[in-house]
């Protein structure tokens, strides 16, 4: 079936924050006395909301969540770059496309505007804050479609961890999972994704061979 639209995830398919956001919290979380290494910190954490995040956290100390703000902005000021290939990705490809990620609007217009990727999406880009739950629940992924315009079936995901694969897949949607970021391949193995891949570049190919 033809693909009309592409959805991309933000964090480790568009943007490569995810190392920064393992290394920030896992150091973050390690001051509240967790016992937690960055291994587990992804398994974990990577892809979630930021509500289930601060769910699993519980009570922390008076300026704690400040403190963590502040690392991970200034990281992601002087660290943050687009993830390797998708700009060639992007500039080949004919279908038209959004983003949906479960980050907040102002964290994702932060990342894009720090990668130079802002006018690509300008005006197409959702968040988990728009929908009653984010992924894994297909809320966020179904609304992107919508007001895009376009049907579930005609739809392909891009997606790099099992929260977002999983939301994919119950919204009917194809997926292509991206394997080359922090998540192993056995993780986004099984979940029904069409196919795994590693090399952004190739994306433009994936998608073209679904149609």
């Excluded at 001051?31 to 922390?60: K, P, S």
Aim: glycine share 10%.
């Amino acid at each position: 079936m033809a693909v009309d639209l592409v959805i991309f995830d933000c964090d480790g398919v568009l943007v490569d924050s995810e190392p920064i956001s393992v290394r920030v919290g896992t150091a973050a979380l390690r001051r509240l006395g967790w016992t937690i290494d960055e291994a587990e910190y992804a398994e974990r954490f990577v892809g979630c909301t930021n509500e289930y995040w601060a769910e699993q956290i519980g009570e922390t100390p008076a300026g704690w969540w400040e403190e963590l703000i502040d690392e991970y902005a200034a990281a992601i000021k002087a660290e943050l770059c687009a993830v390797e290939g998708i700009e060639e990705a992007l500039d080949r490809l004919t279908v038209p496309s959004c983003v949906a990620s479960n980050g907040r609007h102002a964290t994702i217009r932060r990342s894009l505007e720090v990668t130079g990727l802002t006018e690509r999406f300008a005006g197409r880009v959702f968040s988990a804050e728009d929908v009653a739950e984010g992924k894994p629940a297909p809320d966020l992924f179904l609304h992107a479609a919508a007001t895009m315009g376009v049907t579930p079936e005609r739809c392909v995901v891009v997606e790099d961890s099992p929260f977002g694969v999983m939301a994919a897949v119950s919204a009917g949607m194809r997926c292509l999972a991206y394997a080359g970021g922090l998540t192993p391949v056995t993780r986004l193995a099984g979940l029904g994704a069409t196919a795994l891949f590693h090399d952004a570049a190739k994306l433009p190919d994936l998608i073209g061979a679904l149609d």
